[in-house]
């Protein structure tokens, strides 16, 4: 029987991990990995956009190369105010893959927000990535944050 469930769990796993594919912005030189059902919607040099199944992800450059830190997050924060969130779960500085930023997490209207600023330190390109899904959706959560931890420079 254990044999039985680890065959099973491994090739569950082995399943989940060929459901990736890697995206590639080539204007920013940047990488992530999404899930197989996601769908560009937007490549261009003003906006990254994918649909997947009950869930959106975008990634919008902004340059400034006086910004910090400290002022991502601010940043980073009221945008998600100005978006009328009306309930928020989480808001953390990061550090990601050579990124330094911050993140704020959660709900309008029955949908999920995550909404993360992120500095290059070596440009004076940064990045703010939106995605949004279905509140009650834990699925979507781990995939979100997935999102999140695999962008990276190129």
């Given at each position: ?55 959106s992800m975008s990634i ?29 779960d989480d808001v953390s ?40 899904f279905g509140d009650d ?18």
């Amino acid at each position: 029987m254990k044999y039985i469930l680890f065959t099973l769990l491994s090739f569950l796993a082995t399943a989940t991990i060929q459901a990736q594919q890697e995206y590639t912005w080539d204007d920013y030189n940047l990488g992530f990995t999404l899930a197989d059902d996601f769908k560009e919607t937007k490549n261009t040099d003003e906006e990254f956009s994918a649909d997947g199944d009950g869930m959106s992800m975008s990634i919008i450059p902004f340059e400034n190369d006086a910004i910090d830190e400290t002022d991502i997050t601010a940043y980073t924060i009221s945008i998600f105010s100005e978006l009328g969130v009306n309930r928020t779960d989480d808001v953390s500085l990061i550090e990601l893959n050579g990124f330094h930023g911050g993140y704020a997490e959660g709900s309008k209207d029955g949908e999920r927000i995550f909404i993360m600023g992120l500095i290059d330190p070596g440009s004076a390109t940064n990045f703010f990535v939106i995605i949004t899904f279905g509140d009650d959706d834990q699925n979507a959560v781990d995939e979100a944050v997935n999102i999140c931890q695999s962008i990276h420079k190129l």
